[in-house]
């Protein structure tokens, strides 16, 4: 979830994503579009007796739909800062808030595995959607009836704040409700196990979600996708986190002995003629035994056909490598690849020096013999799972 950061407020950077630049603007037409409506409901829902008519005039419902929209999405923003400082409490770091298609992420620099303490983190946020509400309420009972445009956008505020509240408090893990669930399951079994129910639960609530976008509103239909996405990696993660709990890189990386590398005199058109027989779509690149790069199927691709047997590796090898700690964690190891976005990382020794590889095949590897044997360190036989396959 990255995005253009547009400043800090109680030192958490604020983010915006790309998206959300195309979804304010669509916010704003639709309520634009609907102001006579809306005028209407909110008279039935708050006795506002609103001049529909008036409101729905152009140029006013575009600067209501504008207005009520940047409104929608501070009280988003807010709904995240509810969730960030409760977690802060708590002792965990903020990394961001960032605003986004589907409204807004507090990411934390890694979850709360206590129940109470994501019990409170999860239900921060929709009490401040509440808080919202009961206010922006409260300013429409003081504006006077001479100004209904601002009475409009209060009674907007106020109604879609407590809406987004019940919403976000929908089992549809992981949204807030779905983490409130798996809180709760966790308090008598394993965060795991709470986890993996919890998101078979967001998923069955992200179909029915998807169906029923169908026959109102494709957004919905978006949403539900999400939904279902985010509930599934983050029931992966979850399990990854349990089954390499106090596992390092050394126990799963590739070792230098067994390392398959490539020197930089290496022809391009050699190096896929080898990458079609090892079946291998990277290879660490070594200059008199030293690591110098990393050369891919990607950077291979990236020279014409008609040049591959002019270039060579050492001319269009990656040399800026993003190298992890023999002793590190694999969870956090995992977790540089997915954020340099590369499938293999250099192992370092506390020398400095290169003792190995670890690629996502590694890592899944000793993922799956791990869980069939139940989280122990070794096979059968008694060989490391690193060696394994």
Do not use: C
Not at 217 to 222: E, I
Not at 296 to 309: F, G, H, M
Request: no cysteine; charged share 20%; aromatic share 8%.
């Amino acid at each position: 979830m990255r995005g253009v950061t547009l400043g800090r407020l109680f030192d958490i950077p604020v983010r915006l994503n790309v998206s959300f630049l195309l979804v304010l603007p669509l916010f704003a037409w639709l309520i634009s579009g609907d102001v006579a409506a809306l005028s209407d409901l909110f008279d039935r829902v708050f006795g506002t007796a609103l001049p529909a008519p008036a409101l729905a005039a152009a140029p006013l419902r575009y600067a209501l739909g504008a207005a009520a929209a940047t409104g929608l999405f501070a009280g988003v923003l807010i709904h995240e800062f509810g969730h960030a400082l409760v977690a802060r409490r708590y002792g965990y770091d903020i990394e961001s808030i960032t605003l986004w298609l589907f409204g807004g992420v507090a990411r934390l620099t890694e979850m709360p595995e206590h129940w109470r303490h994501e019990l409170a983190i999860a239900v921060a946020g929709p009490l401040v959607s509440v808080a919202l509400g009961v206010l922006t309420g409260l300013l429409l009972l003081v504006v006077p009836s001479g100004v209904p445009s601002v009475r409009f956008v209060a009674a907007y505020l106020a109604l879609t704040n407590v809406a987004l509240a019940v919403f976000n408090m929908l089992p549809g893990f992981p949204m807030d409700g779905g983490r409130v669930l798996r809180a709760l399951l966790a308090r008598t079994r394993p965060y795991a196990t709470a986890t993996k129910q919890a998101a078979e639960v967001g998923k069955g609530f992200a179909l029915l979600l998807g169906l029923f976008g169908l026959f109102t509103n494709l957004l919905l239909v978006a949403l539900a996708f999400f939904i279902y996405m985010a509930a599934s990696s983050e029931a992966q993660q979850t399990a990854m986190r349990a089954v390499f709990e106090d596992v390092v890189v050394a126990d799963v990386m590739t070792p230098r002995d067994r390392l398959d590398a490539v020197e930089e005199s290496l022809s391009v058109a050699a190096l896929l003629d080898r990458m079609v027989r090892d079946r291998h779509t990277g290879y660490p690149v070594l200059r008199d035994g030293e690591l110098v790069g990393l050369v891919t199927l990607a950077d291979a691709r990236a020279v014409r056909e008609v040049e591959r047997d002019a270039y060579t590796v050492g001319e269009v090898m990656t040399d800026d490598l993003a190298w992890v700690d023999v002793d590190a964690d694999v969870t956090a190891a995992v977790s540089q690849m997915g954020e340099r976005d590369v499938g293999r990382l250099p192992v370092r020794g506390p020398d400095g020096s290169l003792v190995g590889f670890l690629t996502r095949s590694d890592v899944m590897t000793a993922f799956e013999i791990l869980q069939q044997r139940g989280r122990t360190d070794s096979l059968p036989d008694g060989t490391p799972y690193r060696d394994a396959g």
